[in-house]
């Protein structure tokens, strides 16, 4: 724990960054800017990125007087959080008119002392799969040739490798690529989703980029088969997932999965098949089920209906099929996960504390994964209509009450191999 309030940053407009030794950093919850306790701020972790937000001036405590107030000597900076880790407050600051949409990734507070940088997070997964250090770029491009050379015709390899690998730098193609633990599994170009942050599909008249191409193709059962059946074979820890930024809702092409599930499953049952969806076809899911799926993870903004239709926008689905997904799956005696994003003073308020006890308890959910919220926050809260957020408990608060009100949930960040679901979850994926 650092001895005193990290400085805030700001950044000159020209890719370099200060510290404003007469402010301290402040965070933000909701519309506020707020002190940050000491106890939450921890070093930037190794993978964190720091971001220039321009036409954003960064919102301060006076080292002097002890008032907010901005800093008018350049733009704000905000933390990138690598995976694994869990953002506490967002970075506060004051917006000025004409500032464009931020892109779609996630903006946490960020700050400086004892010569280093730092942000206010838990590390909420022990998990090593997705750490920064554990890529070598000469092997990568190895597992690539190799593969393209084994599936020459399989599109879905290809995507993978030139477009998630190469290209977008996906940590868990890079590790399907090297052989290793979750491999991704693309399989739906269309959604029944319009969400405001869909990070491969925006309208053009949106203010904000995509930031990946959709999968462009409806793969095979063949095709899916012929490259995730060697990978549960032989692979460590391994997990096939069907469902990635990269594509639309793979429920939507549930026959194609049902029928590659199948195929798996008549010759290996090793490894874990899981399906990351937004859960809208309980339908589906059974079937899924039936054909040997052994986990799902429900991705989803609030457990308020109201919040998650607002953001969601769904066609022909309503916030009920979700939870009747996650309960099919427990029915079944898989393992159930929610994909939760994370935006202090949304995430963290009374009501949805309430609400996501509701959820757990109807549901019987196994694991939540903290996900940070990859959106503009300002951007956010005006879409979907929110002027005031509630009052708010803290992320910290939140997650400790939530472990305290149910002890066996389990809290992190990746979807869980086979050994950990059966139990072992202090499990070492270095080993």
């Not at 193709?217 to 460590?236: D, K």
């Not at 399906?275 to 039936?290: E, F, M, Q, W």
């Not at 109807?362 to 919220?373: K, V, Y």
């Amino acid at each position: 724990m650092i001895q005193q309030s990290p400085y805030l940053l700001y950044s000159d407009g020209r890719g370099r960054i200060f510290e404003d030794r007469t402010l301290y950093a402040s965070g933000r919850s909701g519309w506020d800017a707020l002190p940050v306790p000491l106890a939450d701020w921890i070093p930037l972790p190794a993978g964190g990125s720091l971001y220039e937000l321009p036409g954003r001036r960064g919102i301060g405590i006076d080292a002097r007087t002890g008032n907010m107030r901005l800093c008018e000597k350049g733009w704000a900076v905000a933390a990138f959080l690598p995976p694994a880790h869990t953002g506490l407050w967002l970075a506060a600051y004051e917006t000025e008119p004409g500032a464009p949409t931020l892109p779609l990734f996630c903006y946490s507070a960020a700050g400086w002392s004892e010569g280093r940088f730092f942000a206010p997070a838990i590390r909420v997964e022990p998990d090593i799969r997705q750490e920064s250090l554990g890529y070598n770029e000469k092997e990568i491009r190895a597992g690539v040739e190799s593969a393209l050379q084994a599936y020459p015709g399989n599109r879905l390899v290809r995507h993978l490798a030139e477009n998630c690998a190469l290209r977008y730098h996906c940590p868990a193609a890079r590790n399907y690529f090297l052989g290793r633990w979750e491999c991704p599994v693309p399989s739906s170009p269309a959604c029944n989703a319009n969400c405001l942050g869909c990070i491969s599909f925006q309208p053009p008249e949106e203010s904000i980029p995509s930031t990946q191409d959709r999968l462009d193709f409806r793969p095979t059962a063949a095709e899916i088969v012929e490259f995730t059946l060697p990978h549960l074979q032989s692979a460590p820890f391994p997990i096939i997932s069907f469902g990635q930024g990269c594509e639309g809702e793979p429920l939507l092409m549930w026959e194609t999965l049902q029928q590659a599930i199948s195929e798996i499953r008549r010759n290996t049952m090793r490894g874990s098949i899981n399906i990351n969806t937004n859960g809208s076809r309980p339908d589906a899911v059974k079937a899924l089920c039936d054909a040997g799926l052994n986990s799902i993870r429900v991705s989803t903004n609030s457990a308020r209906k109201s919040i998650y239709e607002a953001y969601y926008r769904p066609n022909n689905y309503v916030f009920e099929d979700l939870i009747r997904s996650l309960q099919l799956v427990r029915e079944a005696g898989g393992w159930t996960s929610i994909n939760y994003f994370v935006f202090p003073g949304m995430t963290d308020s009374v009501e949805e504390f309430e609400a996501l006890c509701r959820m757990i308890r109807e549901t019987g959910l196994n694991m939540i994964q903290w996900r940070n919220f990859n959106i503009d926050p300002d951007w956010y809260l005006g879409r979907i209509g929110v002027s005031e957020t509630g009052e708010c408990l803290g992320m910290r608060q939140l997650m400790e009450g939530i472990q305290s009100e149910f002890p066996k949930l389990r809290h992190g960040y990746f979807n869980p191999p086979m050994e950990r679901i059966q139990g072992n979850f202090a499990l070492d994926f270095a080993h």
